[in-house]
Each structure stands twice: as structure tokens, then as C-alpha cells.
């Protein structure tokens, strides 16, 4: 039988890299996704696993270890999305959030932002959603609805709570040996480049704004990027001499797509 070394041997060797963190892979062997990837976003309908392109985003809840695995078999790297600041009351764990942390909707049917000071409530929660990332097998999460400081959620929010709850989220994954997206939240990105390893952005160019996710291009970061609105002789011009991972998709984000 394997002995257990001791928790503080066991912390003197990884720090010597001579073994792995228990909670995931080491650093060095994060997904780091450079700029200028193919990528697909679907989290509705049925999955097609069969479109070309490198990296696939779909539902952390929605898809089981088996689907995650016959992506990686296909060769693809795949994103767990999830929802980290708002509360959705279709998710299997729904009822472990508090009343005192459900702030006002969001826009979407059945979801309201979440008190994110409150992390002595939230940080397990998440955890545990990210853990479930990970035991699926996922390289990467994309964590949701991360401006909410920006938005009327019905809390006190600032953008110094929004900055180290971000920062609370990148952690969570990256000691799990996940990479982390940073979805949208435009205004933070100088301060957060640093602890994201790629960008997720929605109509950067319907808004003029795709300039600002240059930080993450110029740190060899990739920016996943879709329109709504615009056709793809609008935005993908731009879109390619940003470097940037475009494509236009419907609002529900289903199998159709039309790549830059």
C-alpha cells in the first residue's frame, strides 16, 4: 500500500516539483489558449461533437464526463461555462444558495444576480461547481456574469468587491489545473489580465470596444469573441487584425455558427 507523506512533506515536494498538487495538474501543464483559435460556443440543443475546430465551450451541468471525453478523443479542448454571479433556479444545486445572497433578476427568465461580497457563502459553492469541472474532465472554465458591479443587482457592489471575487473565481480554478476565462467585464481587464488565461467577449464590435481586449492579445492570451447582430462583413475585418476568435451565433447559442 502507497504510504501518504506527511502534509508538510507533501507541500516541500511539490514546492521542489518533484510531485502534483492533490487538487489537479501542476501549472506548468494548464491549457494556456493563444490568440487566433477556432473555437464553438453551444450551450443549448443537442451537442454536435463533429464541427472542426480546436475548442469547444459547452454547459458544465448539462453534459456528463462521457461527452467531455469523447471531445478530448476528437482532439478538442473543451470550456466548462457556468454561471458564477448570478444564482439560476434550474441548477441542481439551486437550493444551497441563501435568500440573503439572490439579488435582483438579471434579464434571463428564472436568474437573479448573487451578493458576491459574500463570499463566506459563495467561495464553497463554487468550488464545488468548479470541482465538478474538473472531475468531468473540462480544460478550462468560463465563469458568467462576472460584472456584476456594473449592473443593478440590487446590492452595494464595488468594483473593488468585483476584483477580488474575479480574482476569488480564477484561483478556485487554477488551483484545480483549470484555465479560467474572463467573460466580458470591459472595464477590468488591466487589472485582471494577469489572472485570466483567456477572454470571453460578446459584441465588442457592435459597441466599438474591441480595442480594449488588446491586453489580452498582446499577452498571447486568446479573445473568444462573438456578434449578435452584425454580419460577419462587419466585424470580421477587424476581428482578424485584432487576432481575435470571432464568429457570429444566434441569442441561443445552439450548434449554428458563422466563423470569421
Not at 12 to 21: D, I
Not at 50 to 65: A, Q, S
Not at 217 to 238: M, N, Q, R, W
Request: aromatic share 8%; charged share 30%.
Amino acid at each position: 500500500m502507497r504510504r501518504v507523506p506527511p502534509p508538510l512533506v507533501l507541500l516541500l515536494l511539490v514546492l521542489a516539483g518533484c510531485t502534483s498538487p492533490p487538487d489537479g495538474k501542476p501549472p506548468a501543464e494548464r491549457w494556456r489558449p493563444e490568440p487566433g483559435l477556432a473555437w464553438q460556443w453551444q450551450l443549448s440543443g443537442k451537442l454536435d461533437p463533429t464541427l472542426d475546430v480546436p475548442v469547444y465551450d459547452i454547459d458544465g451541468f448539462d453534459h456528463p464526463r462521457s461527452a467531455v471525453a469523447d471531445l478530448h478523443r476528437r482532439g478538442r479542448k473543451v470550456v466548462c461555462y457556468l454561471s458564477t454571479g448570478a444564482w439560476e433556479e434550474f441548477r441542481p444545486d439551486a437550493a444551497k444558495f441563501p435568500k440573503s445572497v439572490l439579488g435582483r433578476g438579471n434579464g434571463w427568465d428564472g436568474e437573479r444576480w448573487l451578493d458576491i461580497r459574500r463570499t463566506d457563502i459563495l467561495e464553497p459553492l463554487m468550488a464545488e461547481r468548479i470541482e465538478m469541472c474538473r472531475a468531468k474532465g473540462f480544460d478550462a472554465v468560463e465563469p458568467d456574469n462576472m460584472d456584476a458591479y456594473a449592473n443593478p443587482t440590487g446590492f452595494p457592489i464595488s468594483a473593488a468587491d468585483q476584483l477580488r471575487y474575479n480574482r476569488l473565481i480564477a484561483r478556485l480554478a487554477h488551483d484545480r489545473g483549470l484555465a479560467v476565462g474572463l467573460k466580458n467585464d470591459l472595464d477590468q481587464i488591466p487589472q485582471l489580465v494577469g489572472d485570466f488565461d483567456f477572454a470571453v467577449n460578446e459584441q465588442c464590435a457592435e459597441h466599438d470596444e474591441c480595442e480594449r481586449l488588446t491586453p489580452f492579445i498582446s499577452a498571447g492570451k486568446a479573445v473568444f469573441h462573438v456578434e449578435y447582430e452584425l454580419t460577419t462583413e462587419e466585424f470580421c475585418p477587424e476581428a482578424r487584425r485584432r487576432k481575435l476568435s470571432s464568429m457570429l451565433k444566434k441569442y441561443e447559442l445552439g450548434v449554428w455558427r458563422r466563423p470569421c
